[in-house]
């Protein structure tokens, strides 16, 4: 599977951004994911989808801010962020794992960036007056 990320950019304190991630090849319809990475830190996850059912996930420190999508007949996914903050600034990545994980391993493992087979080139947010 290929990921093209795009839509990142520079926006300034309390503004919006969307993220794209579109999936080539392969089918890879289980899971789609966002992860982050400040410099100098590991790669931290942000959000998941779940192909089947539309099931989120959330860190803590995005939740209610950003919001994960995805559009079955283009094959993409999304990352909505809203009311963006100075640290959230990072390169962000979007990931996906195939096959159709069972919901309970969704909630355990969605956050784990190696249970995810492949990853897009990542695309830099900054948030900055």
């Known amino acids: 599977v290929q990921l093209q990320a795009s839509g990142g950019g520079l926006v300034q304190p309390g503004g919006s951004l969307r993220l794209s991630c579109a999936a080539s090849g392969r089918s890879s319809r289980g899971v789609m994911a966002w992860f982050r990475q400040f410099p100098g830190k590991d790669r931290e996850f942000v959000a998941a989808i779940r192909w089947s059912g539309g099931n989120t996930y959330y860190a803590d420190s995005v939740k209610g801010r950003f919001t994960i999508s995805r559009d079955n007949a283009k094959n993409t996914g999304y990352l909505q962020m809203n009311s963006l903050k100075p640290e959230d600034t990072a390169v962000y990545y979007c990931?996906?794992?195939?096959?159709?994980?069972?919901?309970?391993?969704?909630?355990?493992?969605?956050?784990?960036?190696?249970?995810?087979?492949?990853w897009g080139q990542g695309t830099q947010v900054t948030v900055s007056s």
């Open positions: 990931t996906t794992r195939g096959g159709n994980p069972i919901l309970s391993y969704f909630w355990t493992d969605a956050s784990k960036k190696d249970w995810y087979d492949s």
